[in-house]
């Protein structure tokens, strides 16, 4: 039996990246350590915040909403509520359920097809492809923007904006590159548009699911792909296999690039994210 290396209870994962074993409460302590550090890079909780939590069902978008539910619930100055962004399926179902679960209000249903986007006319041969994460993350800035929140927070976890950011070198797409970043340092968000944040950034999907099920979270597992899409998350994927620490190492380039060629500032003074960590 594989021991915690925090304590001796039994661990039930282990991290290639890091080289830990974990057992469930240190598992859980170390998700949320990740979520609470990504949270204040944004500098946005300082003071009052309307945030609004994009719900598409699956595990990211439940587990983000219950997380930042246990982090804020002593602060009366951060109101949050959901959109369910429905693509006619069971996601929004399973969206709708988690939102019962967590006991967040829901303020819009967004009745769209969020996973896909018209790249050409059906009736004439044509097809549809996913979103890319960029794509989806401006849609929902502008949702945000509607029902005056002040930023919004999506369940994209380390596979997922990794993969966005592999597919975006591929292409040289220095435009959806700038967005995607944004979500790491809010303050450079594009002029008129609402901060979009991705707190699980720097957590594996597997660990993702992982909490969710430790949790009993209703969620979805079903996932829209075009083949580029799948072969790239296939390479990437087994690639990180190999090499433990790939993805974090897509997510940090990132971070490090200067595309506006202006100094990176840390917030100062920011308020405590819950009364325990005063």
Request: aromatic share 6%.
């Amino acid at each position: 039996m594989t021991r915690c290396c925090k304590c001796p209870l039994p661990a039930m994962i282990y991290q290639r990246y890091s080289g830990m074993h974990l057992c469930p409460a240190h598992f859980e302590d170390d998700v949320q350590r990740k979520v609470r550090e990504t949270l204040r890079q944004t500098g946005l909780f300082a003071h009052g915040l309307r945030l609004a939590l994009a719900m598409d069902g699956g595990k990211g978008s439940a587990v983000i909403a219950s997380i930042i539910k246990k982090l804020f619930e002593r602060r009366r100055d951060i109101d949050l509520f959901a959109l369910i962004l429905d693509d006619q399926g069971p996601g929004a179902q399973a969206a709708r359920i988690a939102c019962q679960q967590l006991e967040i209000a829901v303020e819009a249903e967004i009745n769209s097809p969020w996973t896909l986007v018209d790249r050409k006319d059906v009736e004439n041969d044509q097809i549809l492809d996913p979103c890319s994460l960029s794509q989806k993350m401006r849609m929902m800035a502008k949702i945000a923007h509607e029902v005056k929140a002040d930023a919004i927070a999506t369940g994209h976890d380390l596979d997922e904006v990794a993969l966005e950011i592999f597919i975006t070198y591929l292409d040289g797409n220095i435009d959806d590159l700038q967005y995607i970043r944004q979500g790491m340092r809010p303050a450079r968000c594009e002029r008129g548009m609402i901060p979009t944040i991705q707190p699980l950034r720097r957590i594996p999907g597997r660990e993702v699911r992982l909490y969710a099920l430790q949790h009993g979270l209703c969620f979805f597992e079903g996932r829209e792909e075009d083949e580029r899409h799948k072969e790239a998350r296939r390479e990437l994927t087994r690639f990180d296999s190999r090499h433990p620490g790939t993805m974090y190492s897509l997510l940090r380039s990132l971070d490090k690039l200067d595309l506006n060629n202006l100094i990176d500032q840390e917030p100062k003074g920011a308020k405590p994210l819950s009364e325990g960590e005063k």
